[in-house]
């Protein structure tokens, strides 16, 4: 191989970098909208009570409206990805990589969708 050839090894850290950003920028603005949502009052103490009775608990210790909205998030930056591979989104509007804007907006709206749904039924948050 010459020096000019390119290897795998120096398209790594580009796509590193692109999964980086799907997976942190819907993480991210999850947690700025969960901040919001709470108006930044957190009690530290019971976010790290691991117990049944603890008001993070949710249901069986799993927030199901943030693992949606994350889920939701990821897949949403995933499919308007433009560099390894083209996402179904990116390629309509000529390759344009949306997966931060993408992820930044889907994440964080429906996880206030989904949290206000719980808040507003019969079970309300005890954390919130």
Same mark, same amino acid.
């Given at each position: 191989m010459n020096?000019?050839?390119p290897s795998t090894r120096h398209r790594?850290?580009?796509n590193v970098l692109q999964l980086t950003v799907?997976?942190?920028?819907?993480?991210?603005?999850?947690?700025?909208a969960d901040i919001a949502l709470r108006r930044n009052r957190y009690d530290g103490p019971a976010l790290t009570d691991e117990s049944?009775?603890?008001p993070f608990w949710y249901d069986g210790g799993v927030n199901w409206a943030g693992a949606c909205a994350l889920t939701g998030g990821v897949t949403a930056s995933a499919l308007s990805v433009n560099t390894l591979c083209t996402g179904p989104i990116a390629a309509a509007?000529?390759?344009v990589d949306l997966a =931060?804007?993408?992820g930044l907006?889907?994440?964080p709206l429906l996880y206030l969708? =989904?949290?206000h749904t719980r808040l507003a039924g019969p079970t309300h948050v005890r954390g919130l």
């Open positions: 020096s000019f050839t790594s850290p580009p799907v997976l942190l920028g819907p993480s991210m603005s999850l947690y700025a049944r009775h603890s509007p000529n390759g =931060l804007p993408a907006v889907v994440s969708l =989904l949290m």
